[in-house]
């Protein structure tokens, strides 16, 4: 599931692709990626507005048209954004192009989505939808004082608390084993128990792995991450690169999860 690096990269993307474009019109070929906005509504709302700025929150894209609020979008399982010239060599994205926002001067702009499992809507404001859906604080906007407060009122493990969107948004899976790994934290740990030199450390690790990973354009491929971080090394037995140990898997917040066994300690 693409996660914040990765939808960071379709942000600009979508800057690069669509910023101040006129919409001519809009095709929508999967009526279900529409959860909140019917076919109609989209089309007459869009049509010949333009787009004029972007904004990201965790997981969520938004793209602001001039006097028709913000289309939101989310990518799902493995969704992405793709132009008309980028769909030329592209045959999965040409049959899953579930929304296309054809332009006045040609090109076009299609949200792909081959596993149906996106998103794609017209909302008044982005703080207003964040608030519905219940989204916690940005993980790369988060301060200090909010993982604090986090932290104080919050129980079971670390991995769950970094994947719970409702706390900190945008972290999934692969982020959470990467962010823990740099920590130095058991995915097992509670959250309780951490002192605050360790909550400190979690803090700082986790903007430096997001920061990293967008400057590094890792979201849509993580093996774009340095050798020295846990990603390219997802596999159980290989040695850790940050200590020698070895690389090992658990069941953590229900997904498959990797750690390294020597300087990834449980708290005993």
């Known amino acids: 599931m693409p996660e914040l690096p990765e939808v960071e990269s379709y942000r600009a993307y979508l800057e690069a692709h669509g910023m101040g474009r006129r919409i001519l019109r809009v095709d929508v070929r999967r009526p279900g990626a529409l ?14 507005r333009a787009l004029i700025s972007t904004r990201r929150h965790g997981k969520y894209l ?29 045959a999965v994205g040409r049959a899953h192009a579930a929304v296309t926002l054809r332009f006045a001067r040609d090109g076009a702009l299609s949200f ?8 794609f809507d017209l909302v008044d404001s982005p703080d ?8 916690g604080v940005d993980a790369l906007e ?23 969107q409702r706390a900190i948004a945008g972290i999934g899976n692969l982020y959470a084993d990467e962010v ?3 920590a130095g934290l058991h995915p097992w740990t509670g959250v309780p128990s951490l002192s605050a030199a360790e909550r400190a450390r979690l ?13 590094r354009r890792a979201g849509p491929e993580p093996d774009r991450l340095p050798r020295t971080h846990l ?13 020698g140990g070895r690389i090992a898997t658990l069941q953590a917040a229900g997904r498959t999860t990797y750690y390294c066994r020597r300087h990834q300690r449980p708290v005993v």
């Open 128 to 135: 207003g939808f964040v608030r519905r859906q219940g989204l």
């Open 62 to 90: 938004f793209g602001r048209v001039r006097g028709a609020g913000w289309i939101v979008m989310h990518f799902g399982m493995n969704g992405y954004l793709a132009s008309a010239d980028d769909l030329t060599a592209d």
């Open 142 to 164: 988060a301060s200090a004082a909010d993982f604090t407060r986090l932290f104080d009122v919050r129980r079971g493990g670390l991995k769950a608390l970094l994947m719970d």
């Open 35 to 48: 959860r909140t906005t019917s076919v109609a509504a989209l089309a007459r709302s869009l049509a010949g």
């Open 203 to 215: 803090y700082r690790a986790t903007g430096k792995v997001l920061r990293e990973a967008i400057a």
């Open 112 to 119: 792909v989505d081959p596993r149906t499992f996106g998103r």
């Open 180 to 182: 823990l790994f740099h």
């Open 231 to 243: 990603t390219p090394h997802r596999e159980a037995g290989t040695r850790c690169p940050s200590c």
